[in-house]
């Protein structure tokens, strides 16, 4: 019994020790857990973002509160401009981040790009931005405007602009 | 006294949870092993099941059962689950094989046979407007499903969807 209790302890602590680690220095999240601060060259903007489509998600990190924190969301190059979809399903921790402080860095192909969220509730918006993002992710075709109608769920929108 | 051997004594208590792990349902992502206890049959009406965002199903290959967690929703009372990038999946596999399934759904077990549907296009329909409301939290005005594999070039998730029938209704 004494040496199960042991194997527990080591266990405990070798997965905090890897929380830990992941939480302060994985480049992106670990499974459900988000990473840390996102590494690269700081880079002006692209003049245009459709080389992003290329990637199935973006790579983002949340400049709010202490923690880095950062995770990979559903996004779309909307109009020339980089939006991002967080389903609630997924979590709220970005959400109730960029309340408080709308900054974000952007990882692609090693460069890193300051951004500023700004929420986007027209619906016409919102389906458009989800259209491309639910067929990539799903196989289903969307059509028309995204009204909400959430009862277990909410989807938040946002563009990001250059930082004001 | 302290274990002279932390790492085996680890590799131990690992050990044990993952037998532990095996002898019963899903945790989180990790799969699982048979769903125990007591089932009653599936409701012909499902709509309750749209309280909840997670549930567990139990598939059967031979003698071994396998159950996952997976998404859910309710389109007309009945109970639908789908999965994205399909065929590589154990447990649709399964279910293709033998459709007899139990899910666990709200800390209740349910018997039922799984029918897969996303290749009618209606059916198909009606549970991307479910999965749509429940998950992402909209309503669309049109949405439809993409069945089968995804042209060469396309970079879309293959998408399955089965209803699950109370276990006697061959319908």
């Known amino acids: 019994m004494r040496r199960l209790v042991s194997g527990v302890v080591v266990l405990a602590l070798v997965a905090g020790g890897a929380f830990a680690w992941i939480r302060l220095f994985a480049q992106g999240p670990v499974g459900p857990l988000p990473g840390g601060h996102l590494r690269g060259e700081v880079a002006a903007p692209p003049p245009s973002w459709d080389f992003a489509s290329r990637q199935p998600y973006l790579l983002v990190e949340s400049e709010a509160w202490t923690l880095p924190y950062s995770v990979s969301v559903w996004f779309q190059v909307h109009e020339g401009r980089l939006t991002i979809l967080l389903p609630s399903f997924f979590g709220d921790g970005l959400k109730r981040r960029l309340d408080d402080d709308p900054r974000l860095r952007v990882a692609m192909d090693g460069k890193v790009y300051e951004r500023t969220a700004v929420e986007v509730t027209d619906p016409e918006t919102v389906g458009a931005m989800l259209a491309p993002v639910i067929r990539r992710q799903f196989a289903i075709e969307i059509e028309g405007e995204a009204r909400p109608v959430g009862k277990m769920a909410e989807l938040w929108a946002y563009r990001l602009d250059d930082p004001s | ?171």
């Open chain 2, 1 to 171: 006294m302290r274990s002279a051997f932390p790492l085996r004594d680890a590799l131990l208590a690992l050990a044990l949870a993952t037998l532990g792990a095996l002898g019963c349902g899903p945790w989180g992502i990790v799969p699982g092993g048979p769903l125990l206890g007591s089932a009653r049959p599936l409701p012909a009406d499902a709509s309750f099941t749209e309280e909840h965002a997670l549930v567990a199903i139990e598939t059967r290959s031979g003698w071994l059962r396998h159950s996952v967690t997976v998404l859910c929703m309710a389109a007309e009372g009945r109970l639908y689950v789908m999965a994205r990038h399909a065929p590589g999946k154990r447990w649709v596999q399964n279910m293709v094989a033998d459709p007899r399934v139990r899910l666990e759904i709200g800390g209740e077990l349910y018997d039922g046979r799984a029918v897969r549907v996303d290749l009618d296009p209606a059916e198909a329909d009606r549970v991307a407007d479910a999965f749509l409301r429940k998950y992402v939290g909209v309503a669309v005005e049109r949405a439809r499903w993409l069945p089968g594999p995804p042209a060469e070039g396309d970079t879309r998730a293959e998408l399955w969807a089965f209803r699950i029938d109370p276990p006697g209704d061959a319908s």
